[in-house]
Each structure stands twice: as structure tokens, then as C-alpha cells.
Nanobody, 119 residues
Framework: QVQLVESGGGLVQAGGSLRLSCAAS????????MHWFRQAPGKEREFVTR????????YYADSVKGRFTISRDNAKNTMYLQMNSLIPEDTAVYYC????????????WGQGTQVTVSS
């Protein structure tokens, strides 16, 4: 069982930056591929980025490529999302998630953290 807790969301002006964190419980954090998803009002949840078990490989949605950076610290059981050059379209609830496989559906989800980008 893995419990995930996101933090770091808030209100920021367009062009600004935020850093989200996802803290995981348990001693098996390094055995999970970690993901960030987001859901904007009235829209379906969408994939943002993922990072493999040791952080050796990352993958980004085209909409955030070059602006967002995912990272993880297995010693701290924590994953991060550095978001730069934010635009209003990035406004959403951001969720972290964990899966055993790279292309598998996440088995565990956090409760989400709100990110609002004002124009």
C-alpha cells in the first residue's frame, strides 16, 4: 500500500513558477513509476509527466515539454514537479500517482493540489 500526499499548489501569475511535491509513505517508493496528472474544470484528467523507478527516464506531454521538470528523491520518498513559464491553461488540480509498470495504469493516487495561473 502506498499513500501519496501532494503539496505546493497555489495561485501564480502567468510566467511564474511553482514547485509541487508528492510525499509517499512506505518503504517501497523506489519500486514505483511515478506520474503527474492534472484535471482542469470541465475537462477529463490528463497525463502530464512520468519518471521511472530510479529517475533514469522521464516522459512529458507535449503541452508541458520544455516548461515542466519531473524529478524524484528516493531517499526522501518524494517526487517533485518544477513548473516554469506557467500559462493560464495550466490551471488544474494536479495529482501524483504511482504504478508498478511504465505503461500501466496507476494503482495509487494522491488527493490533488490546486494550481491556478492568472493572466
Amino acid at each position: 500500500q502506498v499513500q501519496l500526499v501532494e503539496s505546493g499548489g497555489g495561485l501564480v501569475q502567468a510566467g511564474g513558477s511553482l514547485r509541487l511535491s508528492c510525499a509517499a509513505s512506505g518503504r517501497t517508493f523506489s519500486s514505483y513509476v511515478m506520474h503527474w496528472f492534472r484535471q482542469a474544470p470541465g475537462k477529463e484528467r490528463e497525463f502530464v509527466t512520468r519518471i521511472t523507478w530510479s529517475g533514469g527516464s522521464t516522459y512529458y506531454a507535449d503541452s508541458v515539454k520544455g516548461r515542466f521538470t519531473i524529478s524524484r528523491d528516493n531517499a526522501k520518498n518524494t517526487m517533485y514537479l518544477q513548473m516554469n513559464s506557467l500559462i493560464p491553461e495550466d490551471t488544474a488540480v494536479y495529482y501524483c500517482a504511482a504504478s508498478k509498470r511504465v505503461n500501466g495504469l496507476p494503482e495509487y493516487w494522491g488527493q490533488g493540489t490546486q494550481v491556478t495561473v492568472s493572466s
